[in-house]
């Protein structure tokens, strides 16, 4: 079973390439890692295993990536360009990443989807995200640049900033201001899944 998971993951992130595609960019705008580790607060360890495909980057390592390298986050993921006003985006063409089956600890724990993979230079990522069951203690907090909005689609979501807790049931619905350092659970025995919105101002 944890081969199997281990290979899925594995060819998600393979399909994407996201790893070549950080080491393509970093190496065209004639970044040393050293470089790219101070532009994004990242540590030079991690943008290696980034780049050689051993660690999964979550969503705000991506963004991070994105701003450090003048790129839309999109970029990771998309196979063809698409400069239209209007981008359609197939359900067969959404590819899930997640987490690899023997976490680091700090690492951020949980599966998405790009639901938008073609259309570059645009202001909002859209996601599907599906958080798991943790407890409090595993929680991984974050910040980055930008707003996000995220609606809770299934199950129950605990948000968590330093000082301040709110559960989320379906239907219900949050804003933040992504700076603020904060982390996501989920509170039932099945996962909890939601739609994510991020906005980043890029210029």
Known sequence: ?????DMDINLAVRAFKIGNKV??????????????????????????????NHVVPPVATLLKLARGLNV??????????DNDKISITRQKECVRVERRPH??????????????TKKTNKKMEPFLVEFP???SDQMVFTSHEGEEFIYVLEGTVE??????????NKGDSIY????????????????????????????
């Open 72 to 81: 839309s986050m999109a970029y990771f993921f998309e196979d063809q360009v």
């Open 103 to 116: 976490q680091e600890k700090g690492e951020v724990g949980y599966a998405y989807f790009a639901l938008e």
């Open 1 to 5: 079973m944890t081969q199997k998971s």
């Open 133 to 135: 069951i943790q407890e």
């Open 176 to 203: 933040i201001e992504s700076e603020v350092s904060h982390s996501f659970r989920c509170l039932n025995d099945q996962p909890a899944r939601a739609v994510a919105v991020l906005w980043t101002n890029r210029g």
């Open 23 to 52: 080491r393509e960019l970093r190496q065209n705008n004639r970044y040393t890692l050293q470089d790219l580790a101070a532009k994004t607060g990242l540590s030079k360890p991690f943008l290696s295993q980034i780049e050689n």
């Open 159 to 168: 948000f968590r900033t330093v000082d301040r807790i709110e559960v989320l």
